[in-house]
């Protein structure tokens, strides 16, 4: 292995080093993941080798919160480690693995509440970013940009380093289909709104450029504007826009739109009746999360904005809206 990653040496040795190699083959980093492996690796060393097992026991001894933890956040990491652990170990012939199901570990709070912007607030915004004035007389596309970037976000869920990174051939205008290359160098295809792709495709072709070029280009050198430039742009729509701004870590952010678009979504399936139980698995691959545990953080914000929907919905699926101790 890697000098500067962790060598394994317990009776489950050969488990980790393949599940390892296999996410590694997959283009994942799993730096972090890898030295919990370690722990787990460790805690197997100190018993014989015919303890040694993928059972519940070992399972909630390996996600137990340390008394180091002040959160639940890394015990919920190292559920989300076994749980993949052993279903590759059931994949390998270990059966008997056990997999904990999603329900598992108490969502962790949050330092941080995500301000869900309303609908009035969004229309605000998008105009204020349309009527922004450009960089110089020369350079008409910044208002085009700023409010195209702005509904991508939103309207996709995009993260703000994914937006940047797009690519005019990242974009298929037959499908309506954008290619991001997003966090642990995954990539995936998402389909967008007919109308976002519109936009999408006006831009184009008021803005030509090389397949290679940036969507959205720095005015100052051939490159991705920078997120540093695009959250300056944004303090000056939302003073524009009459909404507060960011002080002490409190008020809108750039990824609150992201965090906006995934309880929008929700609040539109549960209100349709949908099943939101099957609907979040889609959600979460329309996001690119890792896991299914990033986005029932969302359906607990939901059920704590809007109660009475949530309410009616409980009726018939409340095993699926987290409260404070479930995901």
Not at 291 to 315: C, G, H, K, M, V
Request: aromatic share 12%; glycine share 6%; net charge positive.
């Amino acid at each position: 292995m890697n000098k500067h990653l962790p060598e394994f040496r317990s009776g489950m040795a050969w488990l980790l080093k393949t599940f390892l190699s296999e996410k590694r083959g997959f283009g994942y980093v799993y730096k972090p993941e890898a030295f919990s492996l370690a722990h787990l690796d460790r805690m197997w060393r100190k018993v014989s080798k015919g303890q040694v097992a993928m059972n519940r026991e070992w399972a909630e001894q390996f996600m137990a919160k340390r008394p180091t933890e002040t959160t639940t956040r890394g015990a919920c990491r190292r559920a989300s480690i076994w749980r993949e652990l052993a279903r590759f170990a059931r994949r390998h012939g270990l059966a008997d693995a056990y997999i904990p199901d999603a329900y598992t570990c108490p969502i962790h709070a949050d330092p941080y509440t995500p301000f869900i912007y309303t609908r009035e607030q969004l229309a605000a915004l998008f105009v204020a970013a349309d009527a922004i004035k450009p960089w110089w007389l020369s350079t008409p596309r910044r208002p085009w940009m700023l409010g195209l970037l702005l509904r991508l976000l939103y309207g996709a869920g995009l993260r703000l380093g994914e937006a940047l990174a797009l690519r005019c051939r990242d974009f298929d205008p037959s499908q309506a289909s954008l290619t991001l290359h997003g966090k642990n160098r995954r990539e995936r295809i998402i389909p967008i709104a007919p109308s976002l792709a519109e936009r999408l495709r006006e831009y184009l072709r008021r803005f030509p450029d090389t397949p290679d070029a940036p969507i959205f280009p720095s005015p100052k050198r051939p490159a991705p504007l920078s997120d540093y430039a695009m959250r300056d742009s944004f303090n000056q729509i939302l003073k524009d826009a009459h909404l507060p701004l960011r002080e002490n870590r409190q008020g809108p952010r750039l990824h609150d739109l992201r965090h906006t678009f995934a309880v929008h979504r929700l609040e539109n399936w549960i209100r349709a009746g949908e099943d939101v139980n099957a609907k979040i698995h889609l959600l979460s691959v329309y996001m690119g999360h890792k896991n299914l545990f990033a986005t029932y953080y969302y359906l607990r914000i939901t059920s704590q904005l809007f109660p009475d929907i949530t309410r009616r919905f409980a009726e018939t699926a409340g095993h699926a809206i987290p409260g404070e101790g479930n995901p």
